[in-house]
Structures are given as C-alpha cells and as structure tokens.
C-alpha cells in the first residue's frame, strides 16, 4: 500500500482527486491519500468528506476540457474508510505524517524545496508542472532523488492524453511521414483579455516563476519533443500585453486586481534536431473573439496534416478521424500500454504510471529528468528574448545559459547549482 500526502490544496486538486476516482473504480488499490497539506486548515479539510467540513471553492474555468474547470470530488468518494491526516507545514507531514510518498501541487517557486525535504526523509515524489522555479533547481532535484534511490516524476499529463498518444502514433507509425512543420497558436482562448490566470495572482509575477511560457509552454514543448523529439533552437520574444490584471464576479464587478511582470504573450520560431521548422505564439490577452491556429495544433508531416482529431493524408478527398485510425490501425499491445485499464482521463493514466514506478522502484514515464527537459526548452523562450539569440534548449538544460534566470537563482539560493 502506498501512502500518499499532498502538498498544495488549491483548485487543480478537484482534478487529480478525480484521476484517483477513476483509479480505483478501475480496481486499482494500493495506494490511500493519507494527508494534506495547505497554507490554511480549511483549504484541505474542504477536500476531505463530503458533506461535512468547509465548502469547496467553485471551479474558476468553464472552459471545455480545461481541469480548472473539475469541481465537487472528495477523498470520502474513493476512500470513505480512509483517516485523512491535515497539515499546514508540509515539513511537518512529510517528516512525520503517515505518507510513503509525496504529490506536490503546489506553486512553481515551492518544489524545489518540497523536493528537498521529500527526498531527505526517504519519501518518493510526484511534482507538477513546471518541475521547478529554475534549471539549476530542477537539476538539484534529479540529482537528490537519484542519490537518494527514490522514484521521482513530473506530473505531465499532456503526454497521456488521448490526442498525444494518437499523434505519437501517427508519427511513429509511418502513417502521417516525418514532422516537416509545427504550427501552435492561441490567443484570447484562456483568461483573456486581462483576467487573472485561474484566479492565482502568483501566476503573473516574475519573482515567482510566473508567465505564460512556464506555465503552458511546458505543455506545448513536452507534446512536440515527445511526437516529434528534441528541440535543437528557439528564437522567441515575450511580452506583457495587460500589465494589470482583474478577477471579476458574476455581473462583471471587478473584486480583485493583480500587477503583471511575468509575460503573459509569447511567439517562437522553433528549429528541431531533425530538420523539422514550428511556429508558435500564446497570449492570454487579446480583445475581442478568440483566434486558433487549426484545432489549435498543426502538425504538417510528410504524407499529410494533423489538426485535433483531423487528420487528412495526401490523397484522400475528405479529413478522417485520427482516434479512429489509431482505434483500428495501432497495435492491441500498444493501445493496451497507451490506455491501460480501459482509462482515457489523462490525470489517471499519469498518476498510475507513477503509482507503478513507486511500486517497481523505477523512473515513471515522465521522469524528473523529462521534466527538466521540458523546462529548459520552456526557459529557452525566455533566455532568448533575453538575450535577443537563438537558443538550444539543451545549453539552459546543462546551466550555460541561464541569464533570464539569474534573478532566481539569486532569491532562491540556487546560483551554485
């Protein structure tokens, strides 16, 4: 059995408390939640046993598909018989809670240091994305958990999700050709044109990690270097398009405001080690209707084009359902280790292949060290805005450019990382 704490309590949990739902209603058994951990009492005990404690916050997303918008899952739903321990110092939990593991949910500029204490009271470890405030933050946690002999994974759930296995697949496969252009862009899609991000203020301060490009740009880098592999140059300028940000109520009010230092617009050019060129540019400003790029994602490849679940070979007269290619055309072995359990929610998938890393004491798919990959390819959109150059991903991965980043390194004790 795998005892489970959390750090961090704050929106994004009524989603991963969802996963393990769905985990154990797909019968899988060895693991508890068995603490939580929040700056405020209350913002834990809301997540414990339905119908008793504090009220859960509503979701603050009403977007299609977007996990802010989960809401109304507790503990009691999966675990009623479950003893739930809470904790308003995650030092004191991982210390002495009764936790095997730990899952960090917390705010970028904190994993680093919940890693440090997980690590040196033997406890493995789940972070979300991005794995850390910096690289040199990042490395110092890859290298503690390996010295330590300790599982230890990033919460990556795009490369779960259905239309990231599918692409992979297509590409792969054969079925679609190699990668010959990437074309990403959204803006006006998310909180624009100047609400606060999730209603997180710290998610638009530059002290503490915040911006589009680390927030999202992860997710964006983690998909294209897994369909398509690594990043070999990134050319980017950023901006702050709304340098005050607002949280409105129902009727429009405004009840509360935010200063915006951490971009919140980005636009690349990317370069990748097979020869590959891809576009990108996110804004979570923008006036007036929303603007996608196909289905949000276009991916040209040699023998056709991929936008969503679009895809269109060259030849054929009209677009087909890549989902249902995959469903007839991939391996049953494949589709089995893509979706295992008969799951699809994204969430699931990534914590039971973390559940069984910690069981087999191995690297889970996404590893502490993909994390810092995508991190670095993240960082590399703003160390080349920085310093006005082409960047490769992998000189901020190994700390020879780290100029965006030496503020940081400098408040968080991490220049000799």
């Not at 209707?289 to 040209?300: C, D, L, N, R, S």
């Not at 589709?335 to 973390?354: I, M, V, Y």
């Amino acid at each position: 059995m795998i005892r489970i704490g959390i750090v961090g309590c704050g929106r994004i949990l009524a989603a991963h408390l969802r996963g393990y739902r769905l985990l154990r209603a797909a019968g899988v058994d060895d693991f508890q939640i068995t603490a939580l951990c929040s700056r405020r009492r209350d913002d834990a005990a809301m997540y414990v046993r339905r119908g008793s404690g504090p009220s859960q916050r509503p979701p603050c997303s009403d977007l299609p598909g977007d996990p802010l918008a989960i809401g109304d899952e507790y503990l009691s739903d999966f675990q009623p018989e479950v003893d739930v321990d809470l904790y308003t110092d995650y030092r004191a939990m991982i210390a002495s809670g009764p936790i095997d593991a730990v899952n960090d949910f917390s705010t970028h500029s904190l994993h680093h240091q919940v890693a440090d204490c997980a690590f040196a009271n033997g406890k493995h470890l789940l972070t979300q994305k991005p794995l850390a405030v910096t690289v040199a933050a990042a490395r110092r946690m890859c290298e503690a958990a390996e010295a330590a002999g300790l599982t230890f994974g990033v919460f990556e759930n795009f490369r779960q999700s259905p239309s990231t296995r599918h692409l992979h697949w297509a590409f792969q496969s054969g079925l679609i050709g190699d990668l010959q252009m990437y074309l990403l862009g959204y803006a006006g899609v998310w909180w624009a044109p100047d609400r606060i991000v999730a209603q997180t203020p710290w998610r638009h301060r530059r002290d503490e990690a915040g911006g589009i490009s680390l927030d999202l740009g992860v997710h964006f880098l983690h998909q294209l270097r897994y369909v398509a592999g690594e990043i070999r140059g990134v050319s980017a300028r950023t901006a702050v398009l709304e340098p005050r940000r607002t949280t409105c109520d129902a009727l429009g009010r405004i009840v509360a405001q935010q200063d915006c230092d951490a971009d919140d617009t980005v636009v690349a050019q990317l370069r990748l080690k097979s020869g590959a060129l891809g576009s990108l540019y996110a804004s979570w400003g923008g006036h007036g209707p929303a603007t996608k790029t196909g289905e949000g994602t276009v991916y040209y490849g040699r023998k056709g084009r991929i936008t969503g679940d679009r895809l269109q070979l060259d030849g054929d007269s009209t677009p087909r359902s890549l989902a249902a290619v995959y469903r007839v055309q991939a391996p049953d072995q494949l589709q089995r280790r893509h979706f295992p359990l008969g799951l699809e929610n994204s969430f699931a998938l990534a914590q039971f292949d973390w559940l069984q890393a910690v069981a087999a004491r191995r690297e889970p798919e996404t590893s502490g060290r993909e994390g810092l990959c995508d991190l670095a390819a993240a960082y590399a959109l703003l160390e080349s805005d920085f310093s006005g150059f082409e960047v490769n991903p992998a000189d901020v991965a190994s700390g020879k450019i780290r100029e965006f980043q030496r503020k940081l390194d400098e408040r968080f004790g991490l220049v000799n990382c």
